[in-house]
């Protein structure tokens, strides 16, 4: 029994005991009398159940132990990544941002319910079944890869793998109820939305927040624009001095990976030999001695690389008597990562492998492509696409994606705008003191 049933109880025992004294005593006095008590009373209880929650609202409240345990699950998922919240003092924030996020979701789900957005018999049916098949799913992957060794018979894992997930709150019942909530969110977000639309201003707008944004961001910092030009974020602000390029990765299986690796590791170990002092009663070798091992390092090497060559000299053969190099890249290339775009590459270029840079702008002409550079992953064959004007990009090149983002950055607007006035209108209260 918690502290709000407690005095409540008490509560109801007082006025019992009032009651049968009421006889003696006049009647208008004991009234005023009970109800001094019972006001009494209704704000202790008000006062102790306020410590045992982290928010609440004209509608709904969220408890202090939910969002104790949401926070532990959050702490737990740091601790994998070998994160302390403690001790990169992100306590406050990540239990800022759970309150937050939960005191949200009932205060959207309030709403759902205010704006007449219910679950049809249809799509409950639905989510029945797809929380069902889930469940089923993970219960037999956990008894897979968990509980298989332990128990033998079959039936008897999958209680047990089922049984585990119903204690960590995986269970079908948690899953269902993700669907509906995450239906009824969605629901109320497309209610709020509806109607949005951007103007061509709007789009202008957000184009010269994208100029500006980008120049700040990338004007300096070569990596940041190299990683998001391979990732697909859209640029709408160009450093000076790069070029577009291509490329054909002939890439070291797995045993010539480890050769490869091996070989540099020793390299790397020899050059530091060169320059390191020697522990003290170790005589120090003869450089010439040390760049005789290099030596022969290089030469197998050389040796690794030459593996590869005869589909690098046929692939360099077919481009040279006129074949498609987006053919022979579609056909040959082995780094999947590689979009229609291209990499961005420059002079000072921080993301790339240095043989890979200094082969791409080695290349004299665009259209060109560069000899076989021998880099970290294998040997490439690098196609010059094109110079990347330094500068904005013209909006009429990007419009289109400028719109998307702009609609994007409104709807969230839209919907940020609204959820912030219904936590006015029902009167909000946070007690992040009690988390």
């Known amino acids: 029994m918690n502290l709000k049933r407690f005095l409540c109880a008490l509560l109801c025992a007082l006025i019992a005991v009032s009651g049968m004294a009421m006889a003696e005593d006049p ?24 410590k045992e929650l982290v928010a609440e ?131 109320v977000y497309n209610h709020v939305t509806s109607g949005v639309a951007v103007t061509e201003e709007d789009v202008k707008a957000s184009y ?33 001095g790069y070029r577009a390029v291509k490329h054909i990765l002939f890439k070291f299986d797995e045993d010539q990976s480890a050769r490869y690796a091996d070989l540099i590791g020793k390299k790397d170990a020899l050059n530091t030999e060169k320059t390191a002092e020697p522990e003290e009663g170790v005589e120090k070798r003869e450089d010439a001695v040390i760049d005789g091992e290099i030596a022969a390092i290089d030469q197998q090497l050389d040796a690794l690389y030459q593996e590869l060559m005869p589909e690098v000299e046929a692939a360099e053969a077919r481009f040279n008597d006129g074949e498609d190099i987006n053919a022979l890249i579609a056909e040959l290339n082995e780094d999947t990562g590689m979009t229609e775009d291209g990499y961005a590459v420059a002079a000072n270029s921080a993301l790339w492998d240095p043989a890979f840079t200094a082969g791409a702008m080695a290349i004299p002409e665009i ?46 607007d839209t919907y940020s705008a609204q959820l912030d006035a219904w936590k006015q209108e029902l009167n909000l209260k946070m007690y992040l003191e009690n988390f």
């Open 208 to 240: 010269d927040e994208l100029v500006k944004g980008d120049e700040e961001n990338y004007k300096d910092n070569p990596s940041a624009y190299e990683n998001a030009r391979s990732n697909g974020t859209l640029i709408a602000w160009n450093p000076e």
């Open 367 to 412: 259209g060109g492509i560069s000899e076989p550079v021998r880099g970290i992953y294998g040997v490439h064959l690098i196609y010059y696409m094109a110079d990347i004007p330094a500068g904005a990009v013209p909006l009429e090149q990007i419009h289109d994606k400028v719109e998307t983002t702009a609609l994007e950055d409104k709807l969230a």
């Open 27 to 50: 009647k208008d006095q004991r009234i005023a009398e009970l109800e001094q008590q019972v006001a009494e009373l209704t704000a202790q209880v008000e006062e102790y159940h306020r």
């Open 57 to 187: 609202f004209d509608g709904g409240e969220v408890m202090a132990a939910d969002a104790q345990a949401q926070y532990a699950a959050y702490e737990q998922m740091y601790q994998q990544y070998g994160i302390s919240l403690k001790d990169y003092g992100m306590e406050d924030t990540v239990k800022q941002q759970v309150a937050t996020d939960m005191v949200e979701e009932k205060i959207v789900l309030f709403m759902a319910d205010k704006l007449g957005i219910a679950l049809s018999d249809e799509a409950r049916a639905q989510f029945e079944t797809e929380a069902s098949e889930a469940y089923e799913s993970t219960v037999k992957m956990y008894y897979e890869q968990y509980f298989k060794e332990s128990y033998p018979v079959e039936a008897e894992g999958l209680a047990a793998s089922a049984e585990y997930l119903n204690g960590m709150g995986y269970g079908y019942d948690e899953l269902l109820d993700s669907h509906i909530k995450s239906y009824l969110r969605d629901e």
